[in-house]
């Protein structure tokens, strides 16, 4: 489809080319032609110009310069005009596939995006119904047995629920312009950590000093929130996950440092896209999400014009940089 729209759009731009050139070049044509023969006229009214030959020979003579120098001024045309439209064809493909590439690419992340939609709902919509089947079937189903049935649809309605949310907030995201304030990493970073690590023991903060970001509270929130406990889930249990602020290029965020099994070079550059797991397997379990955080995080830094990087390799520790824009440096830049 995009190949079919890149080679009409490559023919209009051509098209467009060879009728300007072939406008500007019968109007060269003309203008030349007709400086030709005013010349040629006016040596013939010079007072100096005399000539032994008859008028009709002269005449003649005029006619053949004239004839000769628009031939040879329509042939420089001509291969001035052929290398144009070549090298008009080649930049005329160029600028079509560069004007819809990210429409290509938008439509191509859109596609994959409905369908790892539909399978991920389709899963656990099949193991509800597989589940409610077999139920039906045994009339003689104890009571026991129902609840743990009911228990585990409960949980299977859970992960829907929360998947439902995720791509609400992704799809928020994308459409709505968010409030930004004056707000306390500190803060912020306090409020997370009791939450995810109520006894203390798995989350080690350091150089938590004061530091403020132009920021929407709820979503710096959010994406602490992602990052930590996307590394207090992909460490071992008995290790720490370190938390430490960072000031760099004007702007002020935060580390986040866990070990592990580390993520490999081939898969870093696909983390942040939606639905992408570097574990291809579709099925639960304890560390098995959807593939939407660290998406969603990436989302949250884009719309605040920060910075996320990641640093990762096998068995070695993996550390996510947030950096997001001072207060002070956009309170200074607004005054000035």
Not at 78 to 105: D, F, V
Not at 192 to 218: H, P, T, W
């Amino acid at each position: 489809m995009f190949e079919s729209a890149t080679l009409k759009l490559t023919t209009w731009y051509l098209a467009i080319l060879i009728a300007i050139s072939l406008i500007f070049s019968i109007i060269i044509y003309s203008i030349a032609s007709t400086e030709v023969g005013a010349r040629l006229d006016y040596l013939q009214a010079r007072p100096d110009f005399s000539f032994n030959n008859s008028q009709a020979l002269y005449k003649r003579m005029r006619d053949n310069q004239v004839h000769e120098a628009q031939d040879n001024l329509l042939g420089s045309l001509l291969i001035t005009n052929i290398c144009i439209w070549i090298a008009g064809g080649i930049g005329s493909y160029y600028l079509a596939r560069r004007t819809l590439r990210p429409i290509e690419e938008a439509h191509e992340a859109q596609s994959r995006f409905t369908s790892d939609a539909s399978h991920e709902l389709r899963t656990p919509l099949a193991s509800m119904k597989t589940e409610l089947e077999v139920a039906l079937r045994d009339s003689a189903l104890a009571k026991g047995e129902m609840r743990e049935l009911l228990e585990s649809n409960l949980e299977e309605v859970d992960k829907l629920t929360k998947l439902s949310q995720t791509l609400l907030q992704l799809s928020r995201l994308d459409h709505e312009n968010i409030e930004r304030k004056r707000i306390a990493l500190d803060e912020v970073i306090t409020s997370v950590v009791n939450r995810l690590d109520k006894k203390g023991e798995r989350i080690q903060i350091s150089n938590k000093d004061s530091s403020y970001v132009f920021a929407n509270g709820s979503n710096v929130e959010e994406l602490l929130t992602i990052l930590l406990d996307n590394a207090l889930k992909y460490s071992p249990i008995e290790s720490t996950v370190s938390l430490s602020l960072t000031h760099q290029k004007g702007m002020s965020g935060f580390a986040v440092t866990n070990t592990g099994k580390g993520i490999p070079a081939a898969v870093l550059p696909h983390i942040f896209d939606r639905f992408y797991r570097a574990d291809s397997s579709r099925t639960g379990g304890e560390k098995k999400g959807y593939g939407l955080g660290l998406s969603l995080a990436k989302k949250i830094v884009e719309l605040h014009g920060g910075e996320l990087t990641v640093s990762s390799a096998p068995n070695r520790e993996t550390t996510f940089r947030v950096l997001l824009p001072n207060f002070t440096q956009v309170k200074a830049k607004n005054q000035n």
